[in-house]
């Protein structure tokens, strides 16, 4: 493990004690270059892009009723995916003073100085300005703009006023992680409705207990580097509390869609039953909550991947349920 102000070979290969030969050379050359691609790729959070795609994609299905043409499926991802990206990367050259400190950010390319804030900063750039081209060409206007508005809130908005400034960063910086339901929606309409709009606010009621409990795992990282994150400055029990209060209104919000969209009956089956065990999941935690801050006992990081899990079959559900039922 690397550790602040610890230096670390950008390279690394087999070494016999003779010297390295042409091949060895080659072969660190070719370790640095997959290392170089790391970094940036890395920058990109690839974890939090498969997460925003998996709300995009099945919201296509849905407003299709069907499956929808295959090239705008792919200019949406592509799109979707260098937006994000960019946004993960701007936010990586924020917050690199903070990620130092970080156990759970250290490891990223410019703490460990793979890549420069110069070169980062141009590389979301460049992302930001090819995936406005790919959305706006090969998509539409309307998605191409909120795709880019909301890479602009996430980093405006999110990253460089709320984040180190309210317990309720997430909250409302969470609104930039809702915006693919929109742009999935409108990338086969062309227009907006409340079906999309839905979607939206189950993404933005889920977003606060997710990132919650993953808070609450790193509670003092974040303290250490003053990010008021809510499991900073409240107890386990409160955060366990909130957490509960924002899942009912989560699962009721995901409902909403059977009246408002005239779904078949796969989505209100699978919405029922994935928000129930959402539920049973966010009261344990808030009852092992009570009474101590031993996060041994607490175990957020199963409310963490549960609310991944479920997230994910939801939005599989969005697509299926057209499919079995038009």
Known sequence: MTYVGESRPAMSGPHDGRGASDDSGQ???AAGLRDVVAAYVGLTKPRVIELLLLTTVPVMFFAQRGVPPLGLVVATVIGGTLSAGSASAYNCVYDRDIDEQMRRTRRRALPRHMVTPGAALAFATALAVISTVVLGVWVNPLSAGL???ANAFYVFGYTMILKRRTTQNIVWGGLAGCFPALIGWTAVTGEL????VVLFAVVFFWTPPHTWALALRYREDYANVDVPMLPVVKNAREVGRQIVLYAWV????????WP???TGPVYPVAAGV???VFLLEAHKMWSRARGTEDLSVIQPMRLFHHSNLYLSLLFVAVALDPLLFR
Request: aromatic share 4%; net charge neutral; glycine share 16%.
């Open 27 to 29: 072969h660190h050359g």
């Open 147 to 149: 795709s880019l508005g």
């Open 193 to 196: 409705s409340w079906v999309p």
């Open 250 to 257: 989560m699962v009721a919000t995901s409902l909403l869609l």
């Open 260 to 262: 408002v969209a005239g």
């Open 274 to 276: 994935l928000g129930a």
